[in-house]
T-cell receptor, first 108, second 113 residues
């Protein structure tokens, strides 16, 4: 039931862009995105609800295609602070299933 | 300060010795849940609770118990811990149903010898 994330890992230079994908085999009501720094708890980034809307703040945005059961997280002009592991989460009833994560490293 | 607290933060125990990890939130949230995090497996939901006295199994409930007698507390109980329950555990809460921000606690690192 875990959504599938890709890629598993990505290394960027500061200023480059990245896309992280999340797909599910089940119909989606919403998709959550979280970032976790090493040794810390996951921190909320955004939620996208059914309706295909695209959301974002600062240089991080996301899209949600409910027909394809997919979501993508876009990181633009990456900063060193973007490094961490990104998780998508999908709802199934009242349960929340997270993907295995995408490790992102931004280098100077 | 609005927060989710967990105790203990670190615990080393032996196989079979019952333990409880406490979780408390001061935000009057309805939804609470427990996750375990293992390398390469991401976050997996153990149990969740939609409100007081309402709990349900997540993806990996075997070997765990929970209770929700008060809105603010959601303890995780391991009746007979085994080494395969060695993991990093997170408690989280959200204001209402799931389509809402999950606030995570700081985590509890458990080692079962």
């Amino acid at each position: 039931q875990q959504p599938v994330q890709s890629p598993q890992a990505v290394i960027l230079r500061e200023g480059e862009d990245a896309v992280i994908n999340c797909s599910s085999s089940k119909a989606l009501y919403s998709v959550h995105w979280y970032r976790q720094k090493h040794g810390e708890a996951p921190v909320f980034l955004m939620i996208l609800l059914k309706g295909g809307e695209q959301k974002g703040h600062d240089k991080i945005s996301a899209s949600f295609n409910e027909k394809k059961q997919q979501s993508s997280l876009y990181l633009t002009a990456s900063q060193l602070s973007y490094s961490g592991t990104y998780f998508c989460g999908t709802e199934s009833g009242y349960a929340l299933n997270f993907g295995k994560g995408t490790s992102l490293l931004v280098t100077p | 300060e609005a927060q989710v607290t967990q105790n203990p933060r670190y615990l080393i125990t032996v196989t079979g010795k019952k333990l409880t990890v406490t979780c408390s939130q001061n935000m009057n949230h309805e939804y609470m849940s427990w996750y375990r995090q293992d390398p390469g497996l991401g976050l997996r939901q153990i149990y969740y609770s939609m409100n007081v006295e309402v709990t349900d199994k997540g993806d990996v409930p075997e070997g765990y118990k929970v209770s929700r007698k008060e809105k603010r507390n959601f303890p995780l109980i391991l009746e007979s811990p085994s080494p395969n329950q060695t993991s990093l555990y997170f408690c989280a809460s959200s204001p209402t149903r799931l389509a809402d921000t999950q606030y995570f606690g700081p985590g509890t690192r458990l080692t079962v010898l």
